[in-house]
């Protein structure tokens, strides 16, 4: 059984950071084998793409309304994908999943995704 742990969220004032980690686990897992990404979820809003990172961790890919905050990295020795967020805004409230896609082809197609954290939530402060 695969799951995706997620932690780091809570409470930050507007201008303030934060770092979530995405923990994978299963016995049959691969992490390595997997695009690994970031979505988010506001109060009456749909889930939406923030970012993205192939396998390797060479490739990065961003929603444009967190380039340049936001910076995804993986530990692939680790099993943990990380998500560094600064120059936090009250938009960015939300709780944040993390997720796993072995096919990797459309990174921004939620149904692409095979495994799915439990969220963390975000708050920013104005």
């Known amino acids: 059984q695969v799951q995706l742990v997620e932690s780091g969220g809570g409470l930050v004032q507007t201008g303030g950071s934060l770092r979530l980690s995405c923990a994978a686990s299963?016995?049959?897992?691969?992490?390595?084998?997997?695009?690994m990404s970031w979505f988010r979820q506001a109060p009456g809003k749909d889930r939406e793409f923030v970012a993205t990172?192939?396998?390797?961790?060479?490739?990065?890919t961003y929603a444009d309304s967190v380039k340049g905050r936001f910076t995804i990295s993986r530990d692939n020795a680790k099993n943990t994908v990380y998500l560094q967020m600064n120059s936090l805004k009250p938009e960015d409230t939300a709780v944040y999943y993390c997720a796993a896609d072995r096919g990797g082809i459309d990174i921004v197609a939620q149904g692409e995704y095979d495994y799915w954290g439990q969220g963390t939530q975000v708050t920013v402060s104005s």
């Open positions: 299963g016995r049959t897992f691969s992490f390595s084998s997997y695009v």
């Open positions: 990172i192939s396998r390797s961790g060479g490739i990065t």
